[in-house]
């Protein structure tokens, strides 16, 4: 199997910027994408292909990309971003082409 | 707007076979892009199951694809999940969405998505 390994959990404070890593293997070949899910709800595409934003998605959701590891920054956290936040990309061999990682808990002291 | 609702049985027996659809609206399938399944039991991470084209060409998660089975009903504007053989494990809620375009390896991300629907898999 292929896996994406992401924080369980990131703290920040209103205003403060948060950054939630995902890793793995094939990221500097495959691109990444991220979504938010907040309780009860079905995820939203916040970022596509490691840094696009989807139209009516806040500037203040970026992307990045480094070698094995991809990034979601969100800049000038609200009470509203707490969420999961979910990357997914796939493997190099086409073998598993939709993979998730395992969530991160985004929490907004 | 493009809007996905998926509908099915809510409770299925051990060792029976999971069935649900998703009706796309707002949208014709035949026009283009990958439709997919994704799951996600409670309290736990997203899994993709798999995704299918207009065609019928499929997709699906090497995890699960010996019991996985997606169809396409371009009459009805609808897609179809039968998952056999299911267990407890297979208590999740299911999302149906809408995924890449055409090309499959040039994907723009999964979106949008249904409001998901829980089955639980009990005796």
């Known amino acids: 199997s292929y896996e994406l390994t992401q924080p369980p959990s990131v703290s920040v404070s209103p205003g403060q910027t948060a950054r939630i890593t995902c890793s793995a293997d094939a990221l500097p070949k495959q691109y990444a994408y991220w979504y938010q899910q907040k309780p009860g709800q079905a995820p939203v595409l916040v970022i596509y292909k490691d840094s696009e934003r989807p139209s009516g998605i806040p500037e203040r959701f970026s992307g990045s990309s480094s070698g094995t590891t991809v990034t979601l920054t969100i800049s000038g956290v609200q009470a509203e971003d707490e969420a999961d936040y979910y990357c997914q990309s796939a493997d190099s061999s086409g073998t598993y082409p939709r993979v998730f990682g395992g969530g991160t808990k985004l929490t907004v002291l | 707007q493009v809007q996905l609702q998926e509908s099915g049985p809510g409770l299925v027996k051990p060792s029976e076979t999971l069935s649900l659809t998703c009706t796309v609206s707002g949208y014709s399938i035949s026009s283009g892009y990958y439709w997919g399944w994704i799951r996600q039991p409670p309290g736990k991470g997203l899994e993709w199951i798999g995704s299918i084209y207009h065609s019928g060409s499929t997709y699906y998660n090497p995890s699960l694809k010996s019991r996985v089975t997606i169809s396409v009903d371009t009459s009805k504007n609808q897609f179809s999940l039968k998952l056999s053989s299911v267990t407890a494990a297979d208590t999740a809620v299911y999302y149906c969405?809408?995924?890449?375009?055409?090309?499959?390896?040039?994907?723009?991300?999964?979106?949008?998505w249904g409001q998901g629907t829980l089955v639980t898999v009990s005796s």
């Open positions: 969405a809408r995924d890449s375009p055409d090309n499959y390896y040039d994907s723009q991300g999964i979106d949008p």
